[in-house]
């Protein structure tokens, strides 16, 4: 006795539709991509972190600074900026690839989310490179604050991984549901497998034969080459389009890096250049430790109320000098202040008050900050020439003097303030 199913039998078993991406499912994942781009478009616009000085008890009794002391964008901190570009360009690859290869998009969803997570770690700790861009001290406290840039580029993340997950999540036909729907609702129905079991009947007949039924997401397409088949082309456009755009953002950030801020802390008498060979001291020199006060910066620079007002940021002033074999008196003074922007307003104020003094032009020195260099041409009791050198390196003003007897010579002041702007 042979057991078997008649035609008619298998026919009224319902056969599982196959599952296939509605149209309205990509365009609602490129709809999220094209707004996640643009959201990363525009945080480069926006400032991302805001480097403030204070401790926590300053602002606990209110003297918390209202305005930073100074706001950075993400091109401004390179040391993120690239990590942050490969993990962007990771996250719109993975998108690509899940759109051209279905099956790779649960795993490309798991990478997406890993990347995520490196992604939201580098811009919370984003402070760290901004306070030592900054070029704050410990003592003074520092703290960054996190603002709207940081804020949208995280957004645009989140709506990259929104489009890979709208791509992964599978899409139930509406057959699909209706028939699990009258299953559920149906009295004495039987879940399963068991409720669609043909009775079988007893006879010899062979049951028929059927072609297999296709199931899944497609049927097998016909083969062809790959260089004809969309998907193929559209991942190697994308993949060229990336290439040239990492490459393209690599060689300018590395063209628009900045430089590496400098750290002055400690004695500033160790940045003094030294003594040529064969010179011997400047009895010129007004301190004999090489510290200065404020009181004698002033004397020395015969400061003015303008300067004045600007030493009110100075930390630290020290001097140094000698006298050449040739006769030639050399002063080297450093002043350190609380920030850049001091040190900038004090230079701008010294050096138009010593052009007024010269009664000439300054000239500039090309590659230094703010360096320039004025010539007195009215001769002191020794007949000597002075000649003044100026910049600024930082948190710090380099003011050289030089009186020449005989011939004056710009080079040798601007020699040695190069020489000093480069140990600093």
């Not at 290869?101 to 795993?107: E, F, L, N, S, Y």
Request: charged share 15%; with cysteine.
């Amino acid at each position: 006795m042979e057991i078997s199913f008649s035609a008619a039998q298998v026919d009224a078993a319902p056969e599982a539709p196959p599952r296939v991406a509605r149209p309205g499912q990509h365009i609602g994942a490129l709809a999220l991509a094209v707004l996640a781009l643009a959201a990363l478009i525009g945080a480069h616009f926006l400032p991302w972190v805001a480097v403030l000085a204070g401790s926590a008890l300053d602002r606990l009794f209110g003297q918390d600074p209202e305005q930073p002391l100074r706001t950075y964008r993400l091109l401004d901190l390179s040391e993120t900026a690239v990590p942050l570009y490969v993990g962007w360009l990771m996250l719109f690859g993975a998108f690509a690839a899940g759109w051209v290869k279905p099956g790779w998009r649960r795993t490309l969803l798991r990478l997406v989310c890993l990347v995520d997570l490196a992604i939201v770690f580098l811009v919370l700790d984003i402070g760290r490179p901004a306070v030592e861009a900054s070029g704050l001290r410990a003592s003074d406290y520092p703290r960054a604050d996190i603002r709207s840039g940081a804020l949208l580029a995280l957004l645009g993340v989140l709506l990259v991984t929104a489009a890979v997950a709208a791509l992964t999540a599978p899409v139930r036909t509406r057959a699909e549901r209706s028939t699990s729907q009258a299953s559920a609702l149906r009295p004495g129905s039987v879940s399963g497998s068991a409720a669609h079991a043909p009775e079988p009947t007893v006879g010899t007949q062979a049951p028929a034969s059927r072609p297999p039924v296709t199931t899944g997401w497609s049927a097998r397409p016909v083969w062809v080459p790959w260089w004809l088949r969309r998907g193929p082309i559209t991942a190697l456009v994308l993949g060229v389009v990336v290439a040239v755009v990492a490459a393209g953002a690599s060689v300018w950030l590395a063209l628009h890096r900045p430089a590496t801020p400098r750290d002055h802390s400690g004695d500033l008498r160790e940045f003094l250049v030294t003594a040529p060979v064969g010179s011997t001291f400047n009895a010129e020199v007004q301190a004999s430790d090489g510290q200065l006060s404020v009181s004698q910066v002033t004397q020395l620079i015969d400061a003015g109320p303008a300067d004045v007002f600007t030493l009110l940021g100075m930390r630290s002033a020290v001097m140094g000098g000698w006298v050449e074999p040739d006769g030639v008196s050399v002063t080297v003074t450093l002043i350190q202040f609380s920030s850049d922007d001091d040190a900038s307003g004090f230079l701008y104020t010294y050096g138009l008050r010593t052009q007024e003094r010269t009664g000439s032009d300054s000239t500039e020195i090309p590659g230094l900050q703010g360096a320039h260099s004025f010539v007195d041409a009215a001769r002191d009791d020794k007949d000597r020439v002075r000649v003044d050198g100026v910049a600024q390196r930082g948190d710090v003003v380099l003011l050289i003097t030089e009186a020449q007897p005989g011939t004056t010579d710009v080079a040798r002041v601007n020699t040695l303030l190069r020489s000093q702007y480069d140990r600093l």
